[in-house]
C-alpha cells in the first residue's frame, strides 16, 4: 500500500490522500475554482428481486454522494446521484444504461447481479461507460482490461468459503439448487469444485429458470436426490446448497411440509444473506431457521468498525429500517472512489484516464469496507466472509451473524 494512504487521513472517512486530490495543476489556486456538475448513475433492484439490496445501495449511495459534496465544498466539482430501478432484470438494466450514456453519465455503481453485468458488458465496452458492482461475483466476469469493476471477490473466494462451513458441520455428501444465472451458476460451480477438494461427494443438483414461480417439479427431484444421498451417507451427513436470490422464500415456504428436506441442513448464498423478503414470510423463516441454513457474504473488517458502524446505521434510518450488508457499504466506498478519480483528473480526462485513475485510488483506499484493492481482473483482491443465519430472537426471526472465514487464513470461526 502506498504509505500516502495511512488510515489517518481517513478520520472523517476521506477515501483518497490530500496529496493525490489537490486541484493545483488544473486551476490558479488564487481564484475560486468553477464549479463542474457530475452525475453518477445508480443501477439497483429497488422493486424486483433482491430489493434489500437494492434499497440499501440505493440509500447508501446517495449518503456517500452528499458526503462527498460535502468534502469538496468549493474544490471545483459537485456530485449528484441518479438512480434507476433495474428490477434484477437485464433488459431493464440495459435500458437503464442506455439512458445513462444519453445523459452524459461515465461511472455507474452497480448493477447488483452477474447477470445484468453480462448482458451489459459489450454495451459498456464499446459505450465508454465504467461499471462498479458492488455483488457481481460470477467468475465468468473477471476479465483483466474490460470497463468493469466489482468491490466485491469473484464467487472462487466464496466457494472456498461456504466449503469450508459444509465441510466443518461433518457433511459428507451435499446436493445443490441453484438459479439459472451467472452469478448464481458461479457460485455452484466455485461450491461444487470446492467441497469436492475436500474429499465431499456433490450430487448432480437442480437447475431452475429465473422465472420460476411453482417450485413444485423442481422440489420433486430435489428430494430424490436427498434421498439417494441419506441412503449411502445418513441424514446428518447430508446438506443441500442453495444458490439463489429472494426466490428462497418460495422454496422454503414450499419445503417446509417435506419431511425428506426438513431432515438435512441447509446452506446458502450471498443472495439471501439479510434478505428482508425472506425473513418477512414465517413459514419460510421458520423452515430456514430449522435447516440452519447459513450464508455467507462478504464481511465487514473489523478495523474499519469506527466508520462502518456509523454508517450502516445512516443507511438503514434512510431505507426504511434495513440492515446493510457488506455489498450496501461498497456502494459507499465506490463513490468516494470515482470521486477521487475525478478530483485527480483534468476536466478533459479520457476514459483511459479515468480508468487508471480510478484503480490507483482503489487500490490505495481504506474505507468503510476496509481496503478495497484490486485485482488484475478489476475484482476486490482481499475478503473475508461473514455467515448469517436466520435464528429466534426472543419470539421473533432475526438474522443472526453465526460464522466466520478468514480466507488469508483459510480458518473457520462459529
Known amino acids: 500500500m502506498d504509505s500516502r494512504f495511512n488510515r489517518r487521513r481517513f478520520a472523517v472517512g476521506i477515501a483518497f490522500s490530500v496529496a493525490a486530490i489537490t486541484l493545483g495543476t488544473s486551476c490558479d489556486s488564487s481564484t475560486e475554482p468553477s464549479t463542474r456538475e457530475i452525475k453518477l448513475g445508480g443501477a ?29 465544498a468549493g474544490q471545483g466539482l459537485h456530485f449528484t446521484a441518479d438512480v434507476q430501478d433495474t428490477k434484477l432484470d437485464p433488459q431493464i438494466a440495459l435500458t437503464k ?103 465431499g461427494n456433490v450430487a448432480t443438483g437442480i437447475e431452475y429458470a429465473t422465472n420460476t414461480t411453482n417450485f413444485a417439479t423442481t422440489l420433486t427431484t430435489l428430494t430424490t436426490q436427498v434421498s439417494a444421498a441419506i441412503a449411502q451417507y445418513g441424514a446428518s451427513k447430508v446438506g443441500v446448497y442453495l444458490a439463489a436470490f429472494d426466490e428462497a422464500a418460495d422454496i422454503f415456504a414450499a419445503a417446509a411440509s417435506n419431511p425428506t428436506l426438513s431432515s438435512v441442513k441447509w446452506y446458502g448464498s450471498d443472495g439471501v444473506a439479510l434478505s428482508t423478503v425472506l425473513i418477512g414470510n414465517t413459514a419460510a423463516a421458520n423452515f430456514a431457521n430449522q435447516v440452519s441454513y447459513p450464508n455467507p457474504i462478504f464481511g465487514l473488517d473489523e478495523s474499519a468498525k469506527e466508520k462502518w458502524v456509523a454508517l450502516a446505521a445512516q443507511i438503514k434510518t434512510k431505507s426504511g429500517g434495513i440492515d446493510p450488508d457488506a455489498f450496501a457499504l461498497a456502494v459507499y466506498d465506490a463513490v468516494w472512489v470515482v470521486a477521487g478519480a475525478y ?31 484490486l485485482d488484475v481482473a478489476g475484482d476486490r483482491k482481499y475478503a473475508d466472509f461473514d455467515f448469517w443465519a436466520i435464528r429466534k430472537v426472543g419470539t421473533a426471526n432475526q438474522w443472526v451473524r453465526v460464522g466466520q472465514y478468514d480466507t488469508k487464513l483459510g480458518v473457520l470461526t462459529k
Request: glycine residues 8%; proline residues 4%.
Open 44 to 72: 439497483f433492484s429497488l422493486t424486483g428481486n433482491w430489493s434489500t439490496l437494492g434499497l440499501t445501495s440505493k440509500a447508501a449511495m446517495e449518503i456517500a454522494v452528499a458526503d462527498v459534496n460535502t468534502y469538496l
Open 97 to 199: 444504461l442506455q439512458e445513462f450514456k444519453s445523459k452524459g453519465v461515465q461511472f455507474v455503481i452497480g448493477p447488483q447481479s452477474s447477470a445484468e453485468v453480462a448482458v451489459l458488458k459489450p454495451y459498456v465496452d464499446a459505450n465508454g461507460i465504467i461499471l462498479v458492482s458492488q455483488s457481481s461475483t460470477a467468475g465468468s466476469l473477471a476479465l483483466p482490461n474490460d470497463n468493469i469493476y466489482r468491490f466485491t471477490p469473484s464467487d472462487t473466494l466464496e466457494g472456498v468459503a461456504i466449503a469450508a462451513y459444509i465441510a466443518g458441520d461433518g457433511m459428507q455428501s451435499i446436493v445443490p439448487i441453484w438459479r439459472a444465472d451467472a452469478g448464481n451458476q458461479g457460485l455452484a460451480i466455485a461450491t461444487r469444485r470446492e467441497f469436492t477438494k475436500r474429499g
Open 343 to 373: 478530483l485527480s483528473s483534468p476536466d478533459n480526462a479520457d476514459l483511459a484516464s479515468l480508468k487508471t485513475k480510478f484503480v490507483s485510488t482503489a487500490n490505495s483506499y481504506f474505507g468503510a469496507t476496509s481496503w478495497t484493492a
